[in-house]
């Protein structure tokens, strides 16, 4: 009996270094189809495997790829307008104070649970996470910097605060600029740009508008486009460019039928309701 405990002391079980293997390749594969789903427009397909792959992820104690994956899922339940769900994949990086995760998967994960509060129409949770971003982002030097700017300024508009957005949109866009970060941006000058027309001063608005359509037209984002095409409408409305308005309005309206995306076109007619 002594020997047979002496000899499997020596010799390492060779069963869980196969089943970790395998687990590794488990993972590997779930992010390979995540990403195949993405790619031919399967959004169900690529959440529910980023979802797997983030569980796969923890039974091999690989932190990084647990939030990665988490992370992506929340951002793809997001685009299908699943936006409560998108808030819960979070759950794995915020909620699990056991797994010791980067100052950059945090930092992540905080600013897309800030995002997705505000879609949630939680304005007052997503200044919190978008707060918690900021402060692992030393003087808004970090390579999110941008983005943290940008939400920020998006808080400030659904607060009906824009003489603060403004700015901080502005900071945004030079951050954003600084990084050759065409996608960020963008979004900085469609925020600036809102900022401004909600101030009462449409006709400064537009030729930052214009200039994020020209960027996320050449970025081939739909959903960008038509957030663009829709305030170059209530932008062109206010300043009394009556054409314009219209054309910038049946363009918006094309682009949001052929996403078949219901809820930003919902979302559009009745901003365009409101003016």
């Not at 409560?84 to 998967?105: G, I, N």
């Not at 600036?192 to 006709?203: D, E, F, I, S």
């Amino acid at each position: 009996m002594g020997m047979t405990a002496g000899c499997s002391g020596t010799k390492p079980p060779a069963a869980p270094a196969q089943t970790s293997s395998q687990s590794q390749s488990r993972l590997a594969d779930a992010e390979q189809r995540a990403a195949v789903a993405m790619r031919s427009g399967d959004l169900e397909g690529a959440a529910r495997q980023y979802g797997e792959a983030a569980r796969l992820a923890a039974t091999v104690e690989n932190t990084d790829a647990v939030a990665a994956n988490a992370i992506n899922q929340s951002i793809v339940y997001q685009w299908m307008g699943r936006d409560a769900e998108a808030r819960d994949a979070l759950a794995r990086v915020l909620d699990d104070p056991r797994r010791s995760f980067s100052e950059r998967r945090r930092l992540q994960a905080e600013l897309r649970r800030a995002i997705v509060e505000l879609a949630l129409q939680n304005p007052v949770s997503a200044a919190t996470f978008a707060e918690r971003a900021a402060q692992r982002c030393a003087n808004f030097s970090c390579e999110y910097a941008a983005t943290i700017l940008n939400v920020q300024a998006q808080i400030a508009l659904e607060a009906q605060r824009a003489a603060e957005a403004e700015p901080l949109a502005t900071r945004a866009a030079e951050r954003a600029r600084s990084r050759s970060d065409r996608a960020e941006t963008a979004n900085a000058l469609r925020l600036l740009g809102k900022a401004r027309r909600v101030q009462n001063n449409p006709q400064a608005a537009i030729q930052p508008l214009e200039q994020a359509l020209a960027i996320d037209r050449d970025l081939a984002d739909p959903r960008k486009i038509l957030a663009d095409l829709t305030e170059l409408s209530l932008a062109n409305s206010a300043a009394g460019n009556r054409d314009a308005a219209r054309d910038y309005y049946e363009r918006a309206l094309t682009v949001s039928r052929a996403l078949q995306d219901t809820r930003g076109l919902a979302e559009m007619e009745a901003q365009l309701r409101r003016q």
